[in-house]
Every structure is written in structure tokens, then in C-alpha cells.
T-cell receptor, first 110, second 115 residues
Framework: QKEVEQDPGPLSVPEGAIVSLNCTYS??????FMWYRQYSRKGPELLMY????GNKEDGRFTAQVDKSSKYISLFIRDSQPSDSATYLC??????????FGTGTRLKVLA | ETGVTQTPRHLVMGMTNKKSLKCEQH?????MYWYKQSAKKPLELMFV???????ENNSVPSRFSPECPNSSHLFLHLHTLQPEDSALYLCASSQDLSGVGYEQFFGPGTRLTVL
């Protein structure tokens, strides 16, 4: 079993839809949870950073962590074609050793 | 220049060539990283430097040789690579290795093709 599981997609949605991206994990020591966005031919860009459980909101983006279920989510409201990218989850127990998911490719159709 | 920059952006090399990848961070960070990103695989951590000292070598073959001359610059020297080494090589930096402020910021990557 992989430490972090992420559906690779692609996920196609119409413009304006609410998008839900998810990762599950097996290591209960993870305390820090990150979401990165990676456009084609670019490096990953840090979108959201959450410590422990709970929700964090930043504009159209909401990150949610459920440690009891070992499940994290990223919600994108009012999705735009410019949100089309690959979204990577990453997690850590508190050190530089991030464990990444394989990424979910999202396409928002105009 | 801002953030983390990498050169070259694209590199094609034969298996007998020697080449180097360069990374520079303009964030005043203390730690720098090399990652390998292959299709449909998670990012693989290769090397980690903190204050110019290597703290991690994640079982990387010796044909990859890192160098960190100062806290702003990181190199990856390549020698006698194999076609399976073709990938996107990403450099990242963070303020520190752990604790508050250790989020990692990535450069745009070098797309490497080994023929």
C-alpha cells in the first residue's frame, strides 16, 4: 500500500463547477498537509498549507483535513479554465521529508 | 530574479555526455533540494542540503553528483546517464529543514532527455 494515494484523473468539469480533489494516506504521524498546483511545463506552486485537522480557506480554495479518516481534500469554488493544472497533495510528519501523491490532472472546460 | 530559478530549462544529452544543472534561490533560504519527477510517479527526493552541508542522499546512483557551493546555489552534475533518467528535475528551497517556515518552494524544473 502506498503511503499517499491520489486519483490521477483526468477530471473534467465545466467552468463554474465546484471541484473536489482528494488524497488518502496511511501514516498517522503526518501532521502537515500541503496542496501544490503544477501547470504544464512548470514547477509545483504551493497553494495551501494546513497543520493538523480542520479547514483552511483562501479565496476560492478550501483545504480540509480529516485525520481520523486519514483523508484530505481541496475544494475549488467557481472553477475557471485557468485552474486547469495538475494538483499534488503532499504531507509530512514535521520534517523536510514530504511524501507526495502522484497528482490529479484537472481540466476546466470553458 | 525572484523565487527559485533553474537552468537550463531543457537538456538533451547522450549517455556518455557530462552536463550540469544549475539552481539558484533568491529567497534567503537555508535548505535546498533536488527532486526527480517522472510521469505518473510521485516526486522523488534525491538530495537535501542545509547550510551547504548534504543531509540526505536518497539512494541516488553515483552518476548524479550534487554540489552546493553556498546557500543560494545548487548544482546537479550528470555523467553517464541512462535513458530511464529522462525526467523533470526540480530544485526546491525552504527556510529551514523542519518546524515553522519549512514549506518548500519549487523552481520551474529542467526537462532532461537522455538518448
Amino acid at each position: 500500500q502506498k503511503e499517499v494515494e491520489q486519483d490521477p484523473g483526468p477530471l473534467s468539469v465545466p467552468e463554474g463547477a465546484i471541484v473536489s480533489l482528494n488524497c488518502t494516506y496511511s501514516n498517522s504521524a503526518f501532521q502537515y498537509f500541503m496542496w501544490y498546483r503544477q501547470y504544464s511545463r512548470k514547477g509545483p506552486e504551493l497553494l495551501m498549507y494546513t497543520y493538523s485537522s480542520g479547514n483552511k480557506e483562501d479565496g476560492r480554495f478550501t483545504a480540509q483535513v480529516d485525520k481520523s479518516s486519514k483523508y484530505i481534500s481541496l475544494f475549488i469554488r467557481d472553477s475557471q479554465p485557468s485552474d486547469s493544472a495538475t494538483y499534488l497533495c503532499a504531507m509530512s510528519s514535521g520534517t523536510y521529508k514530504y511524501i507526495f501523491g502522484t497528482g490529479t490532472r484537472l481540466k476546466v472546460l470553458a | 530574479e525572484t523565487g527559485v530559478t533553474q537552468t537550463p530549462r531543457h537538456l538533451v544529452m547522450g549517455m556518455t555526455n557530462k552536463k550540469s544543472l544549475k539552481c539558484e534561490q533568491h529567497l534567503g533560504h537555508n535548505a535546498m533540494y533536488w527532486y526527480k519527477q517522472s510521469a505518473k510517479k510521485p516526486l522523488e527526493l534525491m538530495f537535501v542540503y542545509s547550510l551547504e552541508e548534504r543531509v540526505e542522499n536518497n539512494s541516488v546512483p553515483s552518476r548524479f553528483s550534487p554540489e552546493c557551493p553556498n546557500s543560494s546555489h545548487l548544482f546537479l552534475h550528470l555523467h553517464t546517464l541512462q535513458p530511464e533518467d529522462s525526467a523533470l528535475y526540480l530544485c526546491a528551497s525552504s527556510q529551514d529543514l523542519s518546524g515553522v517556515g519549512y514549506e518548500q518552494f519549487f523552481g520551474p524544473g529542467t526537462r532532461l532527455t537522455v538518448l
